[in-house]
């Protein structure tokens, strides 16, 4: 068979075919008495052979080992192929996602595209300063891509870059929120908290209901940050998490504080005193728990809370008496 049939018969070019006769991977069999190529069926076997390897990503020094060595064994060289598709496939999403978010920043001019690449590139860098004038920066005229805002945001292990990261989300509005709002939903730990800490600073009606949705949460942690957020917005719900934490001493000031925030409304401290009271009655809280709850009814008013301290004042416990006491004789002077 003449080289123009073989080429259309297998697909591959002509020009390929002599090319492969070059590198010896492919030497027609024969040639006619005019000097022709001619290829015999083996010969269009070992075409196709060829074709199959190279489009598993040999390179033609490749496929000529594995066709000619005897000793060439396959399995270092796909393991090796696989890795370098990996690393390629890696690249291209990298930068599929870049090119995703200049466009969903929607670019006036190359200015535009200059400045949020500049921007991607910071919070992606080792610095931790950069990574936090990025975020500083990134709510001015051509801001960054939410999505890469939150993907920085959770996760950044510097305490003062995520702090920066969260305040730029809680510009960014719905976006971010709604972004966000699958973090606690993440099988990583880390990832749950960062994403509940962010929701926890944009302050609108929307990210109080998400926060109200993560007390129900199999993670602690994402509760007892949900917990203080919602304290300080006034919803009730958070107060059995907010005790727990003060039994637990887990963030405990925190909590004590978020009850008292709670508690600026008249059914809300009393409601609030009667489950402090409740917590301390249980025979099961320890003396150093008991302790730091009757600290806790300092701050929330009422005839509910003072009444507690009048009781607490004779506890059996010397240090939870002497706590009640000292409390009582503050809140008479004010």
């Known amino acids: 068979m003449l080289i123009g049939e073989v080429a259309r018969r297998s697909g591959v070019s002509a020009r390929m075919l002599r090319h492969y006769d070059s590198l010896g991977l492919v030497r027609p069999t024969g040639r006619t008495g005019a000097g022709y190529r001619e290829y015999s069926s083996e010969d269009i076997r070992r075409i196709f052979h060829i074709e199959s390897l190279r489009s598993l990503g040999?390179?033609?020094?490749?496929?000529?080992?594995?066709?000619?060595?005897?000793?060439?064994?396959?399995?270092?060289?796909?393991?090796?192929?696989?890795?370098?598709?990996?690393?390629?496939?890696?690249?291209?999403?990298?930068?599929?996602?870049?090119?995703?978010?200049?466009?969903a920043a929607e670019p006036a001019g190359w200015e535009d595209v200059l400045q949020i690449v500049a921007l991607l590139q910071a919070l992606g860098s080792k610095s931790a300063g950069t990574r936090q004038r990025a975020a500083l920066s990134s709510v001015d005229d051509v801001p960054v891509p939410v999505e890469a805002l939150v993907e920085a945001a959770l996760s950044e292990t510097d305490p003062n870059v995520a702090g920066a990261l969260r305040w730029a989300?809680?510009?960014?509005?719905?976006?971010?929120?709604?972004?966000?709002?699958?973090?606690?939903?993440?099988?990583?730990?880390?990832?749950?908290?960062?994403?509940?800490?962010?929701?926890?600073?944009?302050?609108?009606?929307?990210?109080?209901?998400?926060?109200?949705?993560?007390?129900?949460?199999?993670?602690?942690?994402?509760?007892?940050?949900?917990?203080?957020?919602?304290?300080?917005?006034?919803?009730?719900?958070?107060?059995?998490?907010?005790?727990?934490?003060?039994?637990?001493?887990?963030?405990?000031?925190?909590?004590?504080?978020?009850?008292?925030?709670?508690?600026?409304?008249?059914?809300?401290a009393d409601q609030i005193a009667s489950r402090l009271v409740e917590c301390l009655a249980d025979g099961t809280v320890g003396p150093s728990a008991r302790r730091r709850l009757a600290q806790a009814l300092a701050d929330i008013p009422g005839h509910t809370a003072s009444r507690a301290l009048a009781d607490l004042s004779h506890d059996e416990d010397r240090a939870v008496a002497l706590t009640a006491a000292y409390i009582l004789g503050i809140r008479d002077t004010r």
């Open 58 to 103: 040999l390179s033609l020094r490749d496929v000529g080992r594995a066709l000619d060595d005897p000793g060439f064994t396959p399995s270092e060289l796909v393991d090796d192929l696989a890795r370098r598709t990996r690393e390629r496939i890696a690249a291209e999403t990298e930068l599929l996602t870049r090119l995703r978010r200049i466009g």
């Open 169 to 268: 989300l809680a510009q960014s509005g719905e976006a971010g929120l709604a972004l966000l709002a699958e973090g606690p939903g993440s099988p990583a730990a880390e990832v749950r908290k960062r994403a509940v800490q962010s929701i926890a600073e944009i302050p609108d009606d929307k990210a109080t209901a998400v926060l109200r949705d993560a007390l129900a949460h199999s993670d602690i942690v994402v509760r007892r940050y949900a917990a203080v957020a919602l304290g300080a917005r006034g919803v009730t719900d958070a107060v059995p998490t907010l005790i727990g934490m003060i039994v637990e001493e887990t963030n405990d000031v925190d909590a004590a504080d978020a009850l008292s925030a709670l508690a600026s409304r008249p059914a809300s």
